[in-house]
Every structure is written in structure tokens, then in C-alpha cells.
């Protein structure tokens, strides 16, 4: 069975096999339609629904790395056919929603949360999804708010007992209707309402901000001759920063507006914006929490002031935490988790971009052949070492007030030096790590002994906001304490717990122990 697509033109004619889920181009004269007799003598032939799913993988997305417009490469579908077509094997996947489809293919898509291949030969039992993640092949994704809904629907319905479920599933048999009831008729005129819009903006709608300090409190309009003057967020359900990049900034005549131009987005990959920021700026000072268990953000600009019209001991504590050029300064906030293995990394880089500013010789590193090509393959393996691992959403936690846009805050027995020395000759200066006491899992446990505290396997309340899982990828929302206790006793939730637990036995820690500017 097939339905026709679109007519192609020279007798043929794109069709869609309802029953296998392919789309081909067929000659005309290979067509038959169904005819009435046929229907007569095989009605099934119409009554069942077409056999093929359209499906996908829950929780992931085209890796920005390997693709910036978000697409699937060729190596990528090889591999994903490869996988699943093995002779003689067994494909099993678990549902974790239902949603209308927007391929046109079919009306619903179903979105899978695990997809199994059993191998033939070896027995062997192949997770899709993992086997993409761990070849780098993909990444972690935010499902959509209807993807999500529809998941947290179906394991309310899950969670009913026998009885229950048989009460659902019999709603509509006449024994269970109220009796003696007079039919009732639809008026029509209250079918037809009229409502206000408001235009011409979309919610979905990107707003711009500017990042540096003195144009954080003026309003950034697109240049209206840019393609990006109106954007439209692709991923509504995706909590994390989404960055901008403009070649040029203008400032309106009345000093209440910026005019960017030459604008280009940076993939949407968590965490790119800020990392960038730490690679390119001339001075960086990372920020950490309260309670020092995480790194929360930074300061980036051309460092504190260091020149006085005063003796050195006349100045106060405050006046040395002022910025050089405090119009131009940047506090950033994290909302991925960021370690000291990341600022390492980042040093790496800058380190890199140190070597071919400096000269040998009095000749230009950057022009010196060996010397360029070392560099870029340096820069390149840590490139991909930092964009590569896996980022998990973190609330964005702010400074106390007075803090934000200083410089010194840092105290001497919390920083960990480069071990990099004359750092004036540089350009950019390496970024001291902070000396964080407590572990990577550890912090994960504390927030999931929180959230366990407020599940409830009855309770429909709504939460103050919705909750996260820390433990699980694909940053499911969690809105009601029920929500919570049915994934905290789902089985993908048990097995990510057992390793944290297993970790934080052990005393695994994710932060690295010293920040070097090594190769």
C-alpha cells in the first residue's frame, strides 16, 4: 500500500509505503488503485492503519560539532542503518512519548527513550542511543515541553493500578454512563469566539542583550538589513544561553540603544558562549558558590587596576578589586557545569594563541611554518576535548550584592596558580583554577536527596517550579511530587543513581588537581 506524495513529471511520481515507512519514486504504470470490489472482498485493506511508525530517539540531537545546522551527516546514518540492520537481529525500543508529527508523513511521531538490538551471532545487546552518544556521533537534547507532557501523562497512567486502568479503558461502555440523561444540543454560536492577538511578535521570538558591562542596560536591536533581524528560537525547551557574535556596534544618537551588525550565531551548544568568552579574553577570574562546590561563572576584561595617583599602601581593599576599563568588563554565569579541568584546558588554548603572537628572533611565530602547524594541531585536540564532554544543565547562581563586576574577590588560599611563568609577556593570561571542596557527586547526591524529599506517589500539587533530575540525561521536567517519585523508581533512573553511588564510594572527583598550560 502507498500514498502518493508529489508527481515528479516524465511518468513518475514519488510515493510514501505506508506499510514500510519509505519514500521512492515510482513509474505510473506500476500504480494500481484500490478499487470498490477490492474494498468489498478485503475491507482490512483500508480499515487497518498503515503497518510503519514514524519514530525517533528521545533526547538527542545532531551533534553541533560535527554539523552546525543541526543535521544528521552521511557517517552518522551509516552507522545508525549499520546498528540496526543486522541480519537476523531483534529490534526492541521503549515509547517515551507520543506526539503529532510535522514530516507529513503520518499523523504521529513516536519518540523512543531506549532503542535495543539484540545481535543474531553473538547474542549481543546493543544500545542505539548510547552507542551514538559514546562514538560522539550525537548529543544529549532537551525533549519539547509537548514531548515531555505527553511522557509525564503516560507514566501517570502507568502508575494506576489494575483496577484503575480497567475503569480507563471501559469509560465509554454504556454500564458506566449515567442513565436517564436527555441528550443535550450544541448550541453553534458559542463555537465561534474572538480574541485579541498581539503582533506582530512572536513568543518564540529571540530577544538580544548585550553581554559587556556598559551595554548590559541598553536595549540591542539587530541591524534590519541583517538576516537575523528576526530570529526565531529553534529549541523553546532548551534552558541554556544562546550566543550572538557582532563585528560591529553602534550606539543611537539619543545613547539608549545599541545597532549590531555583521551578527552570527554561535552553534547552540551548552556552555559554547561562555567558554568562548574564557578562550578570547585578555583576563579572567573564575567565581564559585557559597558554599565552594562549584565554579558559578567569571569576571572577563583587562583585569583590576593597577595604577594609582596614591602610594601603594594608601590603597584599600576596595579600591583594589576596581576594574581597569570597567565600561567593557563582563560577568558571566555558568548554566553548565564547568571544572577545573575545563579552565586547564582553556589555559592550553590560550597558551597556544600566546606562542604564535610572540616572536622569535625577532621573527613572527605566526609566520614560521613548523611552528603554525604545531600550534594549530595543539589547538585543535583541545578544541575538541573541551567541546566534547557532556554538559549538564545548572541553574545559574548569582553573586551577593556589591560583587558583580569586581576584580580580586578571589582569596589567595582558594586559587590555584598557573604554573606558567612571566605572564606579562602574554597576551592572555592564564586563568587561576579555584580550589573547590566538595566533589562533582557528591553535589549530584545532595540534590537528589532534596528532590527525594518532595516526591510523593499521590500528590498532584503543582511545584514551586519544576524540577530537574541531576542523575539523568535528557533534563526532564518534573512538575508535581508524583512526577518525581515515578522517575526517581524508574529503572533508567536506578541504574544512573548506582553509579553515582558507586562514585561517590570510591571518592571520584571530576575536578583536576592542578591548572597547568601544558600541550
Known sequence: RARINSISGGGMVNVFFIDYGNVVPVATVSLRKISVSLIRDFPEIVKIPGLALECSLASIQPSKIRNGKGLWDEEVVERFKQLLMQEGSRVEGKIFSVTKSGSGHSKFVVSLDNLEVTMASTMEVVEVKKALLRDKLAETAVESFLSQQNHRERMRYAAYNEAM????????????????????????????????????????????????????????????????????????????????????????????????????????????????????????????????????????????????????EEITKVERTLAFYPEHDMEVKFDIDVTNQDINTVNKLRYWVNQMLSTEDHIMCLTQPKKLDLAQKGIKRNLEDLLDRERKYEEKVPLPAGHEYRWNMLKAGMRMQSQLGEQDKNVYKMIDGVRVTMEDSKVVMEKLVTLYSRANETSLTPLASSEVCPACPGQLMMSTPRDIWHHFHSKQHKVEEDKLVQASEKGASSYAGSVTSGR
Open 165 to 312: 486502568q480497567k475503569h480507563l479503558n471501559n469509560y465509554t461502555r454504556s454500564d458506566m454512563q449515567t442513565p436517564n440523561m436527555k441528550p443535550l444540543k450544541e448550541d453553534k454560536s458559542k463555537l465561534i469566539m474572538r480574541t485579541p492577538l498581539n503582533g506582530p511578535f512572536s513568543p518564540l521570538e529571540h530577544k538580544v542583550l548585550c553581554a559587556y558591562r556598559h551595554g548590559a542596560g541598553k536595549l540591542a536591536n539587530v541591524d534590519p538589513e541583517s538576516v537575523n533581524h528576526v530570529m526565531l528560537d529553534q529549541a523553546p525547551s532548551d534552558p541554556h544561553d544562546h550566543w550572538m557574535v557582532a563585528a560591529h556596534v553602534g550606539i543611537s544618537p539619543s545613547s539608549e540603544t545599541l545597532l549590531v551588525r555583521n551578527t552570527s550565531w554561535l552553534p547552540a551548544r551548552p556552555g559554547l558562549g561562555a567558554l568562548s568568552t574564557m578562550i578570547f579574553a585578555p583576563q579572567v577570574e573564575v567565581r564559585h558558590n557559597a558554599n565552594k562546590s562549584r565554579l558559578t561563572g567569571f569576571i572577563a576584561g583587562l583585569g583590576p587596576k593597577t595604577t594609582w595617583d596614591k602610594p601603594e
